[in-house]
């Protein structure tokens, strides 16, 4: 599944964004997705993930800002942030995969192009 991801932009702290994640295929219902972040000099972490069936996990980090879900008639994945802070600032990857909700960047085969969020203090 080809996927691309939008909504990223320069945002004050305690402002609010929602990213995008669409996805080229109707069997994109079918399929779990993963937020990934990443920030300059740091490897590419978890954020947040929404199974099939519309169960979620975030990480420690974003619980209670940031809010996965998705619109399965559209084919798109969102991600709404609130109350951003200056180190969420970080290009936000989403990525897909068949199986269920996974922590780990290596366990998806599909990824979109990045979109880039800057929090300024």
């Known amino acids: 599944v080809q996927l691309q991801a939008s909504g990223g932009g320069l945002v004050q702290a305690g402002g609010s964004l929602r990213l995008s994640c669409a996805a080229s295929?109707?069997?994109?219902?079918?399929?779990?997705v993963g937020w990934f972040r990443q920030a300059p000099g740091k490897e590419r972490e978890f954020v947040s993930g929404?199974?099939?069936?519309?169960?979620?996990a975030y990480a420690d980090s974003v619980k209670g800002r940031l809010t996965i879900s998705r619109d399965n008639a559209k084919n798109t994945a969102y991600l709404q942030m609130n109350n951003l802070k200056p180190e969420d600032t970080a290009v936000y990857y989403c990525?897909?995969?068949?199986?269920?909700?996974?922590?780990?960047?290596?366990?998806?085969?599909?990824w979109g192009q990045g979109t880039l969020v800057t929090v300024s203090s």
């Open positions: 295929e109707r069997t994109f219902p079918s399929y779990a």
């Open positions: 990525a897909a995969r068949r199986v269920g909700i996974s922590y780990y960047a290596s366990d998806f085969g599909s």
């Open positions: 929404i199974s099939w069936s519309g169960s979620t």
